[in-house]
């Protein structure tokens, strides 16, 4: 059976860190393109960050800089690293995997998600 879980969402003060987790099972974790994407009430799911097979990462403008996006193949787990956290960061963070390798920051290219953690940041 195949599973995503994020962890490590909670509440935080504006320029605090966080570092969110995503354990994949029933699945060759290596071979995929795994992404976080973020959705905030009343907004369209929108990426924050890929990496491909390759471990090679793409971030989208508004966290360049103060995301980081890793991957352990050997935990089967993706990392995300935040850092100088900022109200406009608050939403629902999601896990996901592509059907293949290569990445797209878009959610339509991805068909697999987890149920998300929740990242609220005060200012």
């Known amino acids: 059976q195949f599973h995503l879980v994020e962890s490590g969402g909670a509440s935080v003060q504006a320029g605090g860190s966080l570092r969110l987790s995503c354990a994949g099972s029933g699945f060759t974790f290596s071979v995929y393109c795994m992404a976080w994407f973020r959705q905030a009430p009343g907004m369209d799911r929108e990426p924050v960050a890929t990496i491909n097979d390759e471990k090679t990462p793409e971030y989208s403008e508004s966290v360049k800089g103060r995301f980081t996006i890793s991957r352990d193949n050997t935990r089967k787990t993706l990392y995300l690293e935040m850092t100088n956290l900022k109200p406009e960061d608050s939403a629902m963070y999601y896990c996901?995997?592509?059907?293949?390798?290569?990445?797209?920051?878009?959610?339509?290219?991805?068909?697999?998600w987890g149920r998300g953690t929740q990242v609220t940041v005060s200012s």
């Open positions: 996901a995997r592509r059907p293949g390798g290569d990445c797209y920051m878009t959610p339509h290219a991805f068909g697999y």
